[in-house]
């Protein structure tokens, strides 16, 4: 039996001046970061977070208005869905990068991860340090003109896989490693897999290049990956 994720991908510029769509202690949150660019990022995360949340099938937050919807970090730091005070049914994952911001939804019983990346060049240490000698293999096999996509890709479903696991970058990015089989199209979604060493867990799910950004996204459960979509208006 196969699971439905929905995906959103927003930028910048669909994230209301006003802070009225925020509860009360996310607008206290935000209130607490001095840095503009931190303020910025964490506004479009959760406004993307929210939007994804309300078109959820199933999420029963679809009747609510978005200050009342709550983008909680549990203990272990992965963000939760609250509804009136309550934990609504749903996981969700929220990833940002240079004004972009992915966010990936489905059934709680389906643990998620995405993450969203520019492409650009990378300190080859990265690879030497953060990457398995397997995934040092894939990069090493790249045309040089490819490899800085091929390592943020990599990089991508690393962190997209450890947030599947709640754990995010607390743990050694090389206790999962990366699988990627030949793609036909890069702006299509194509399918991925990562290994969890220590657990033998396979992650499964896809990555693309969209307008010079890789987006991952990794689950826990077979899965059918739908797009919602935007505009909507904004409640």
């Known amino acids: 039996m196969t699971s439905d994720l929905y995906f959103l991908c927003l930028t910048l510029d669909s994230v209301p001046d006003d802070n009225g769509w925020l509860c009360a202690d996310e607008q206290s949150r935000l209130a607490g970061f001095r840095v503009a660019k931190r303020r910025m990022e964490w506004r479009l995360g959760r ?13 029963h937050c679809d009747s609510a208005a978005l200050s009342e919807l709550e983008i909680r970090a549990a203990q272990d730091g992965a963000p939760e869905v609250f509804f009136g005070n309550q934990p609504a049914p749903v996981s969700l994952s929220i990833s940002h990068s240079a004004g972009k911001s992915l966010c990936i939804v489905g059934d709680r019983s ?24 397997e995934e040092g293999v894939l990069v090493s096999r790249a045309d040089v003109a490819e490899r800085a996509m091929v390592i943020t890709l990599i ?20 206790s999962v490693i990366v699988s990627l089989p030949e793609a036909e199209d890069r702006e299509a979604w194509n399918p991925l897999n990562v290994r969890c060493l220590e657990s033998s867990r396979i992650f499964s799910g896809w990555w693309r290049v969209s307008d010079g950004f890789i987006q991952a996204i990794t689950c826990s459960l077979p899965s059918i990956l739908r797009e919602i979509q935007w505009p909507r208006r904004a409640r």
Do not use: H, M
């Open 110 to 133: 389906n643990t998620v991860g995405c993450d969203l990346e520019k492409i650009e060049p990378r300190d080859e240490s990265l690879v030497e340090d953060y990457f398995t000698p």
């Open 155 to 174: 990089w991508c479903a690393k962190e997209s896989a450890l947030k599947s696991l709640r754990q995010g970058l607390r743990r050694d990015t090389r």
């Open 47 to 59: 406004w993307t977070a929210k939007q994804a949340a309300c078109r959820y099938p199933g999420g």
